[in-house]
């Protein structure tokens, strides 16, 4: 369940940063922008002391002043209670940065344009490596209370009226 999970995302290109914000939103994220690193280092550390950590840090790889790769560096060096999942997100040369990001411990990378579906599922790849599955007996009362909740709809039936392409109906 990605509902409410946080996410920063950090660049310094305010239209990226209103792209992100955007997908993430609409995956039901609890989402939070800054335009630089500084900034993201202040987020990370007033959300901790929120009790509020931040599940995942996604990072432009080039800002002025404190890149990504630089961030990455001070963020480990924050001592957070929870260290976010981080992300560098760049419009460059995948090899370049996929070199210079692991050599950071940056596994993760996303390329601009961001595609919704590559976001989606690069987040459910890091949110599944964390997430402790749940149990079967709460997945079965789950699925029982949904079918005791449906039960006044058997045997209803349901009429689709499809639109014509043309306009006419």
Not at 17 to 29: K, T
Not at 30 to 39: K, L
Not at 49 to 72: F, K, S, Y
Not at 115 to 120: A, E
């Amino acid at each position: 369940d990605l509902r409410g999970r946080r996410v920063l995302v950090v660049d310094d290109n305010e239209t990226a940063n209103a792209v992100l914000v955007d997908m993430l939103a609409s995956l039901s994220f609890d989402v939070e922008a800054v335009t630089s690193g500084p900034r993201a280092l202040e987020a990370l550390q007033a959300a901790a002391d929120r009790g509020q950590p931040i599940d995942v840090a996604l990072i432009d790889w080039t800002m002025p002043g404190l890149d990504g790769l630089e961030t990455v560096r001070r963020i480990g060096a924050l001592d957070l209670p929870f260290a976010p999942m981080q992300v560098i997100v760049t419009d460059y040369g995948r090899e370049e940065v996929a070199t210079h990001a692991k050599a950071e411990g940056v596994e993760n990378l996303l390329f601009k344009p961001v595609n919704g579906s590559v976001l989606f599922d690069l987040l459910m790849r890091l949110f599944d490596q964390r997430v402790e599955p749940v149990p079967r007996s709460t997945q079965e009362q789950d699925a029982a209370a949904t079918m005791q909740a449906l039960s006044p709809l058997r045997g209803a039936h349901i009429h689709l009226d499809e639109p014509s392409v043309m306009g006419t109906e």
